[in-house]
């Protein structure tokens, strides 16, 4: 681990630190292979976090860990000082952990409205039965479900398109939906995983300008192959390798580090550029 860099952020101002994500020695095996080898990091709220690293480092096993897709074998996630080790999706949901996946994940049956307050349930009030029987309350519950999914879609441009089916839309568009559905439950904490997949080069401004915006409001995390993005859009970036964490500090500090750059030699230089043999998008594990 890279200890230069790792102690460079600052912390977050005394106000804001309820809702500190912290990761500590964070361990990950699948039969034989250590995915994630004492990981230890901190996402600051209303900050955008970045992680990076080369192919097979272990980012989507991380950001799988912080939505409870996967249980570490050993170490914990905490939020705001309240574990959050071991909760399965749908707690950790309701307690204001989002996550965005590399694709849109979007029915195709259902509208983009549809689809967002399908995401946003973890904020309904009404249990199965009241929605069933059609109480009064289940009804007030979907309105207000209703105009929180519209508002989220009105964030992101798409509003316009609330009747229409994801297979109607652009990729680019459909990419909007799949953010607003995860917006709709009022995040604390938003992981983006690989938010810029799919889309074309002129696209990037506007998505960096729309992450940083995002964090008005929540920690993001993304996790990111572009790195001219992630370098104009983060405040504090981790880095992975082999499923250690080999650097931790401002974009300017990550990019200068030796072992960052040893880590991408002969696969992306940090600045953005291709090395041999790297192509846009992820192995099985990122």
């Known amino acids: 681990m890279n200890g230069g860099?790792?102690?460079?952020?600052?912390?977050?101002?005394?106000?804001?630190?309820?809702?500190?994500?912290?990761?500590?020695?964070?361990?990950?095996?699948?039969?034989?292979?250590?995915?994630?080898?004492?990981?230890?990091?901190t996402a600051a709220p209303r900050q955008v976090?970045?992680?990076i690293g080369p192919n097979g480092?272990?980012?989507t096993t991380l950001l799988n860990v912080l939505?409870?897709?996967?249980?570490?074998?050993?170490?914990?996630?905490?939020?705001?000082?309240t574990s959050l080790t071991g909760l399965p999706p749908h707690r950790l949901a309701s307690l204001g952990i989002a996550r965005t996946l590399q694709g849109v994940g979007l029915f195709r049956g259902l509208t983009v409205l549809e689809n967002?307050?399908?995401?946003?349930?973890?904020?309904?009030?009404?249990?199965f039965w009241p929605a069933l029987l059609g109480l009064a309350r289940s009804d007030r519950d979907e309105r207000a479900l209703r105009q929180r999914s519209l508002a989220a879609l009105g964030r992101l441009g798409v509003a316009d398109q609330a009747d229409r089916l994801p297979d109607q839309l652009a990729y680019g568009l459909r990419k909007r939906v799949a953010l607003a559905r995860a917006l709709a439950t009022e995040p604390r904490v938003l992981l983006l995983d690989e938010p810029a997949s799919g889309l074309s080069e002129a696209e990037l401004p506007e998505l960096g300008d729309l992450i940083t915006e995002?964090?008005?409001?929540?920690?993001?995390?993304?996790?990111?192959?572009?790195?001219?993005?992630?370098?104009?859009?983060?405040?504090?970036?981790?880095?992975?390798d082999f499923g250690r964490l080999i650097a931790h500090g401002t974009p300017e500090e990550v990019q200068a580090d030796p072992a960052v750059t040893d880590a991408?030699?002969?696969?992306?230089?940090?600045?953005?550029?291709?090395?041999?043999?790297?192509?846009?998008?992820?192995?099985?594990d990122g």
């Open 5 to 41: 860099s790792s102690a460079a952020v600052a912390p977050p101002p005394p106000g804001q630190r309820a809702d500190v994500l912290e990761v500590r020695d964070v361990t990950v095996r699948f039969g034989g292979l250590t995915a994630l080898d004492t990981v230890s990091l």
């Open 49 to 51: 976090t970045g992680i």
């Open 57 to 59: 480092a272990g980012k």
């Open 67 to 81: 939505c409870g897709f996967v249980r570490p074998d050993s170490g914990e996630v905490s939020l705001g000082g």
């Open 116 to 127: 967002v307050m399908a995401g946003a349930t973890s904020k309904a009030r009404a249990g």
């Open 214 to 240: 995002l964090a008005t409001d929540a920690s993001v995390v993304v996790v990111e192959h572009r790195m001219d993005l992630m370098m104009s859009v983060c405040q504090a970036i981790a880095v992975l």
């Open 264 to 284: 991408y030699l002969g696969t992306e230089d940090p600045t953005g550029q291709d090395g041999p043999g790297e192509q846009d998008g992820e192995s099985a």
